[in-house]
């Protein structure tokens, strides 16, 4: 499967922006989704995913202002955040997992990466 990142940009602290994850060649809905984000000078880290049964998990850092949801119907998988902060700065990676089991945080987990789509919050 092939992996696409949209939606990042500009936006001030506590705006919004909503992310998309559009899989090609592959139906997403058979597919653990991940999103893990790298700061500048920073390692790639976990953000939430969201497994094929609809089964969520968050990072602490996002828990009650990020939202992942599937539109199998448009082949994507949506990231949406609210409440942003400056410390949300980074390049957002999607990631698909063929796994069967419970999604993990681990970036070696997953099979598939997208590209990555920037997202910068000015404070």
């Known amino acids: 499967v092939q992996l696409q990142a949209s939606g990042g940009g500009l936006v001030q602290a506590g705006g919004s922006l909503r992310l998309s994850c559009a899989a090609s060649g592959r139906t997403i809905s058979n597919y653990a989704v991940g999103w893990f984000r790298q700061a500048p000078g920073k390692e790639r880290e976990f953000v939430t995913a969201?497994?094929?049964?609809?089964?969520?998990y968050y990072d602490n850092s996002v828990k009650g202002r990020f939202a992942i949801s599937r539109d199998n119907a448009k082949n994507t998988v949506n990231l949406q955040m609210n409440s942003l902060k400056s410390d949300d700065t980074a390049v957002y990676y999607c990631a698909a997992s063929a796994s069967t089991s419970t999604i993990s945080v681990d970036g070696r987990w997953y099979d598939y990466w997208g590209q990555g789509t920037l997202v910068t919050v000015s404070s």
């Open positions: 969201i497994n094929r049964n609809g089964g969520t």
